[in-house]
């Protein structure tokens, strides 16, 4: 099994910064991508950030300029630093992480709880 979990969302003023972490653990092989999504209320999950295994990273164009994500020496870490947040941003941010369990599998998407971003104006 798999755990992926995330932290460091909390409240902030807009224009303010805050940095979410995510660890994946358990039975990892390895892991491919791993990233970012967003749910706010009443609209469907979408992603904020990519980042792969080499360190290559996709944004989402709203977050270009504001968002920063990398992965951890470890491979099996993922950040995203956000500054100059807007209210907008407010939503549950989820991590998500590409693993391969074994030698012999393929990669499987796993999904962390989700961690509360605020922003107010």
């Known amino acids: 099994q798999v755990q992926v979990v995330e932290s460091g969302g909390g409240l902030v003023q807009a224009g303010g910064s805050l940095r979410l972490s995510c660890v994946a653990s358990?039975?990892?092989?390895?892991?491919?991508?791993m990233g970012w999504y967003r749910q706010a209320p009443g609209k469907q999950r979408e992603l904020v950030t990519a980042v792969t295994s080499g360190g290559s990273t996709n944004y989402a164009d709203s977050m270009k300029g504001r968002f920063t994500a990398s992965r951890g020496n470890t491979k099996n870490t993922v950040y995203q630093q956000m500054n100059s947040l807007k209210p907008e941003d407010t939503a549950v941010y989820y991590c998500?992480?590409?693993?391969?369990?074994?030698?012999?599998?393929?990669?499987?998407?796993?999904w962390g709880q989700g961690t509360q971003v605020t922003v107010s104006s």
């Open positions: 358990g039975s990892i092989f390895s892991i491919n991508a």
């Open positions: 998500n992480a590409d693993v391969k369990s074994s030698y012999w599998s393929t990669h499987y998407r796993y």
